[in-house]
C-alpha cells in the first residue's frame, strides 16, 4: 500500500450467455476478456502531450499491456443446465470485459479503505487517493 | 533509417580512431538495443556506425586484486551468470534481472546499458531532450524531481548507474592512440548542457572499455518500483551501499535511478544510515532523508512517496545481505 501498486491475485468471473455451444470456446472468451479487463483497469492509456496533440506513448514501453505475471490466477465459471440453455445462444463478445474495471476498482478501494475514481489504477492516481484520505497506511 | 557506412575494427585503437569529435556523426555499436531503435526512429542519423563485437578484449568480467573489472561489452546475460560478480555486487545481480526481456539480456551490454539515451517521451517523439517549457508544461509525470533548474528534465534511464556510483566503480575510458584515462562513476555521469552533448564524461572521439568495480566488502542491494511484474522501465530506483562494522553502518551511499538527469548521490540519506544498524526505523529515516531538496513538476510529486519506500527496501536489502 506504500507504493499505490495494484497487482493482482486472483480474478473469479461467473458468466451466463444462455445456450453453450462449446463450453472450451466459451470459456476462453471470458480468460480473454478478465485479460483485457485487467489490462485496461491497471495499465491501458494514452497519453497526449497538451500543446501539440502527439501521443506521447505510441509504443510498447509506455503503453503498458499486462504482461503474464501481472494477471494473477483467473477462474471462470459458466452457468449451464435448466434455466440457461432453453435461452438460446446469448451473444459472449463484450459481457466478461466491462466488469473487471468496477470490479478490481471496488477491490483496490475494499483493500485501502478509499475509492480512487479513475482508471487506469495507477501509483500516481491511488497514492494522491490514499493522500486525501488522510496519509499513506 | 538513413543509410551509414559501417565499420567493425578489430581492435579499440582502430575503433576510436574510426570515431569523429562531434556527437552524431559517429556511434559506437555494442548490442544495439537502444542504437538501432533510435537510428530506426531517426532520432540519431549517424554517418558512421562503428561495431564493437570483434574487439575481443573489451569482453568479460575479470577479478584483479581489490577489484573486478567488467568488460563495457560484456552481455548483461553473463553479468548475470558471473560467481565474482554474485559474491561481490547483489545490486548488479538484482538490478540486470530486473531488465527482464531475454532479448536485452542476450544482446545488451554494460557499457551500452549504461550510456543508453534517456526515455524522455518528448525526446522520444522527436521533440528534443532539452525542450523544457514543453515538459513544463506537458506531461511530466516520469520526468525528473531532482537536479531540474536548467533545461535538462528527463531522467537518466539507466539502472546499473545507480550502482556503478554507490560502489565507487571507476570507468576506464579510451581514447585516440591508444591513450586511457579513468573517471568516477559519480563524475562520470553529467547533465549535459545542450544538444551538442552527450550524458556522460565521454568525448565524441572516446569509448568506455571497462567498468572497475572494488570489492571493499560494502554490503549493498538495489531496489526498484515498477508498475509491471513482466518488462518495464522502473518509476524510480535506489541503490545502498555500505560498510558495516559490529552492526554499525559507516561510509553509506545511497543513489537514486530514475528521478535526475544524472543518477542521484542523495547526501542526506546517505548520512542518515551512518552510525546505526539498519532496521525498520533507521531505513525509513533515510528514507525520508532521501527526498529532501526534491523538486517535483506538476504531474510527479507521487515520486517522492516512492523515493521513501525504494530507499527504505534497498537498505534493509542491503543491511540482509
Known amino acids: ?137 | 533509417m538513413k543509410s551509414f557506412e559501417y565499420a567493425a575494427p578489430k581492435s579499440l585503437d582502430e575503433a576510436t580512431g574510426l570515431l569523429g569529435d562531434k556527437w552524431g556523426d559517429t556511434e559506437v555499436l555494442a548490442g544495439g538495443t537502444d542504437l538501432i531503435t533510435c537510428m530506426k526512429q531517426q532520432i540519431v542519423a549517424p554517418k558512421r556506425v562503428v561495431s564493437l563485437k570483434n574487439v575481443a578484449d573489451l569482453k568479460g568480467i575479470k577479478a584483479e586484486g581489490k577489484s573486478i573489472r567488467i568488460g563495457a561489452t560484456t552481455t548483461l546475460g553473463d553479468l548475470i551468470a558471473n560467481s565474482s560478480i554474485q559474491e561481490h555486487f547483489p545490486a548488479l545481480i538484482t538490478a540486470a534481472k530486473s531488465l527482464h526481456s531475454p532479448q536485452v539480456l542476450t544482446l545488451g551490454t554494460v557499457g551500452g546499458e549504461v550510456l543508453q539515451r534517456p526515455r524522455c517521451w518528448y525526446y522520444r517523439n522527436g521533440l528534443g531532450l532539452y525542450n523544457d517549457s514543453q515538459v513544463r508544461g506537458g506531461d511530466n509525470r516520469y520526468h525528473a524531481i531532482f537536479g531540474n533548474d536548467g533545461k535538462a528534465l528527463f531522467v537518466h534511464p539507466s539502472s546499473l548507474a545507480p550502482i556503478f556510483v554507490a560502489l565507487g566503480a571507476t570507468m576506464i575510458i579510451a581514447g585516440a592512440k591508444g591513450k586511457k584515462r579513468n573517471v568516477a562513476a559519480a563524475k562520470f555521469f553529467q547533465t549535459p548542457k545542450s544538444d551538442a552533448d552527450r550524458e556522460s564524461a565521454l568525448k565524441p572521439n572516446e569509448i568506455l572499455a571497462e567498468i572497475e568495480v572494488p570489492t571493499s566488502g560494502l554490503k549493498n542491494a538495489a531496489y526498484e518500483i515498477r508498475h509491471r511484474q513482466v518488462i518495464d522501465w522502473p518509476y524510480v530506483t535506489a541503490a545502498v551501499a555500505f560498510a558495516a562494522k559490529n552492526g554499525a553502518v559507516s561510509d553509506a551511499r545511497v543513489v537514486l535511478g530514475h528521478v535526475a538527469p544524472i543518477p542521484w548521490l542523495s547526501q542526506a540519506a546517505s548520512k542518515a544510515l551512518n552510525g546505526a544498524a539498519i532496521s525498520e526505523t533507521t531505513a525509513a529515516r533515510a528514507g525520508d532523508a532521501a527526498t529532501q531538496g526534491a523538486k517535483p513538476l506538476s504531474k510527479n510529486e507521487y515520486k517522492l512517496q516512492l523515493v521513501r519506500v525504494a530507499v527504505k527496501r534497498a537498505a534493509l536489502a542491503a543491511g540482509a545481505a
Do not use: W
Open chain 1, 1 to 137: 500500500m506504500e507504493t499505490g501498486i495494484v497487482t493482482m491475485n486472483e480474478m473469479v468471473a461467473v458468466q451466463d450467455c444462455g445456450l453453450i455451444i462449446d463450453l472450451k470456446t466459451a470459456e476462453s472468451q471470458v480468460f480473454g476478456a478478465l485479460i483485457m479487463g485487467i489490462t485496461y483497469s491497471l495499465f491501458e492509456e494514452c497519453v497526449y502531450d497538451p500543446k501539440t496533440g502527439i501521443m506521447l506513448n505510441a509504443d510498447m514501453e509506455f503503453y503498458r499491456l499486462a504482461g503474464l505475471k501481472d494477471v494473477g490466477q483467473l477462474k471462470v465459471h459458466m452457468m449451464t443446465g435448466n434455466g440457461y440453455e432453453e435461452r438460446g445462444v446469448v451473444g459472449l463478445g463484450e459481457p466478461p470485459v466491462i466488469s473487471p474495471g468496477a470490479a478490481i476498482a471496488n477491490a483496490v478501494a475494499n483493500a485501502c479503505g478509499v475509492r480512487v475514481p479513475y482508471l487506469p489504477l495507477t501509483p500516481d492516481r491511488v497514492l494522491t487517493a490514499l493522500q486525501q484520505k488522510g496519509g499513506i497506511a
